[in-house]
């Protein structure tokens, strides 16, 4: 079982910052499992946004967030990040942290990303 609690998601204007974190609850897998953020619109599916190799050599970015995203991973403590810089209102959003396990998929259960003046 893995319990992912991501945090940081807020109101933030265009053109600003935010830093999400997830925290991982399983201690012995995190450090072998790649890592993804996936957002959601309203009525729309689930997309990925960034993934991270366990050892956070191989990166993977979505197109509409390159050079504005950064994904990073903190293995000794679990966690995951996803540095969003530059926002769009287009990038409003609730943003879920994501990995697998022996065919299991988990999830957190999200933080609200809002871009608006």
């Known amino acids: 079982q893995v319990r992912l609690v991501e945090s940081g998601g807020g109101l933030v204007q265009p053109g600003g910052s935010l830093r999400l974190s997830c925290a991982a609850s399983?201690?012995?897998?995190?450090?072998?499992?790649?890592m993804a953020w996936y957002r959601q619109f309203p009525g729309k599916e689930r997309e990925l946004v960034a993934r991270?190799?366990?050892?956070?050599?191989?990166?993977r970015y979505a197109d509409s967030v390159k050079g504005r995203f950064i994904i990073s991973r903190d293995n000794a403590n679990n966690t995951v990040y996803l540095q969003m810089n530059n926002l769009e209102p287009e990038d409003t959003a609730v943003y879920y942290c994501?990995?697998?396990?022996?065919?299991?998929?988990?999830w957190g259960k999200g933080t609200q990303v809002t871009v608006s003046s």
């Open positions: 994501n990995t697998a396990n022996q065919g299991v998929d988990y």
């Open positions: 399983s201690g012995n897998i995190f450090s072998i499992k790649s």
């Open positions: 991270i190799s366990s050892g956070g050599l191989i990166i």
